[in-house]
Nanobody, 128 residues
Framework: QVQLVESGGGLVQPGGSLRLSCAAS????????IGWFRQAPGKEREGVSC????????YYADSVKGRFTISRDNAKNRVYLQMNSLKPEDTAVYYC?????????????????????WGKGTLVTVSS
């Protein structure tokens, strides 16, 4: 019933931009909150950004602050991640997942692959 589908990944040159989309079904993103995470080969999955439930407070990892912008479209039940000024170190598979209080994406709480809902990810490659 519950499903999250990421899209928008691809190959982009350093300094370029991409917009990722997280389409949700079976639940309301406004009620649950959505976090963006990424995982590079050989590295741990890390939180990137999050929009919390309710009023939609936003959070960003220090590594992306000022470059990435998360937004929520309640009418379309989607969450977006606008990524600007991309760097090679941004290369990773990007996932969206439920994160109601943004405790997972901010590192305050361990990632939960069991109880939380995760998409399958979309690959972002930043290279010249």
């Amino acid at each position: 019933q519950v499903q999250l589908v990421e899209s928008g990944g691809g190959l982009v040159q350093p300094g370029g931009s991409l917009r990722l989309s997280c389409a949700a079904s079976g639940f309301t993103v406004k009620d649950f909150g959505i976090g963006w995470f990424r995982q590079a080969p050989g590295k741990e999955r890390e939180g990137v950004s999050c929009v919390s439930s309710g009023d939609g407070n936003t959070y960003y990892a220090d590594s992306v602050k000022g470059r990435f912008t998360i937004s929520r479209d309640n009418a379309k039940n989607r969450v977006y991640l606008q990524m600007n000024s991309l760097k090679p170190e941004d290369t990773a598979v990007y996932y969206c997942a439920t994160d109601t209080l943004c405790l997972k994406s901010t590192g305050s709480l361990a990632l939960d692959y069991g109880s939380d809902y995760w998409g399958k990810g979309t690959l972002v490659t930043v290279s010249s």
